[in-house]
């Protein structure tokens, strides 16, 4: 299987799921940290990953999305996910969510990904423009996602719902 490779200084590669990556998808989704932004409220089982993990048809057009595991070539273990979700073939769009083990957060893993997959949503399907909600205290996000070309199109008021009330999250969409 040919893999999305990159050419940073940081060696990743981007690959479908695999079996041997339930531990690290175990972990990502499961993180309560990370609910407030995908709307996850209920924990994951192995089995419910295990499932998904075998029985996606990973394809773009049928799901609607595609998920990618974030590899790292040095150590080769997987080190988190980005994905293309809620496509939109009709208007060629789709939204981008990433997620990274809290252990490689910082060194380049996120820009190195993000970049791959604009060039693959650009040049392998085709999408006219990709967009990304951000919450508006989410520094490190509009940091990763303005040096990789997305611009502040609009905020949504009271988006998301946390502990200590409401949050305002920021829309940015990069035209490929």
């Given at each position: 299987m040919k893999k999305i490779e990159n050419d940073s200084a940081m060696q990743i590669v981007l690959r479908a799921p695999e079996p041997e990556d339930l531990d690290m998808l175990f972990t990502l989704e499961n993180d309560i940290d990370m609910w407030d932004v995908s709307s996850n409220v209920i924990p994951y089982s192995r089995h419910q990953l295990?499932?998904?993990?075998?029985?996606?048809?990973?394809?773009?057009?049928?799901?609607?999305?595609?998920?990618?595991?974030?590899?790292?070539?040095?150590?080769?273990?997987?080190?988190?996910?980005?994905?293309?979700?809620?496509?939109?073939?009709?208007?060629?769009?789709?939204?981008?969510?990433?997620?990274?083990?809290?252990?490689?957060?910082?060194?380049?893993?996120?820009?190195?990904?993000?970049?791959?997959?604009?060039?693959?949503?650009?040049?392998?399907?085709?999408?006219?423009?990709?967009?990304?909600?951000?919450?508006?205290?989410?520094?490190?996000?509009?940091?990763?996602?303005?040096?990789?070309?997305?611009k502040k199109v609009g905020t949504l008021k009271d988006w998301l719902h946390v502990a200590e009330g409401y949050k305002d999250v920021l829309i940015l969409q990069k035209i490929l």
């Open positions: 295990e499932k998904y993990i075998v029985e996606s048809v990973h394809d773009l057009y049928t799901d609607r999305q595609i998920r990618f595991v974030i590899h790292s070539l040095a150590p080769s273990l997987p080190v988190g996910c980005i994905d293309l979700t809620d496509v939109d073939p009709y208007n060629d769009r789709a939204e981008v969510g990433i997620a990274i083990l809290e252990q490689y957060q910082g060194k380049g893993v996120a820009s190195a990904a993000l970049a791959k997959l604009c060039s693959y949503a650009k040049n392998r399907v085709h999408l006219h423009d990709l967009f990304v909600h951000v919450p508006v205290d989410n520094e490190a996000s509009l940091k990763l996602f303005a040096s990789a070309g997305f």
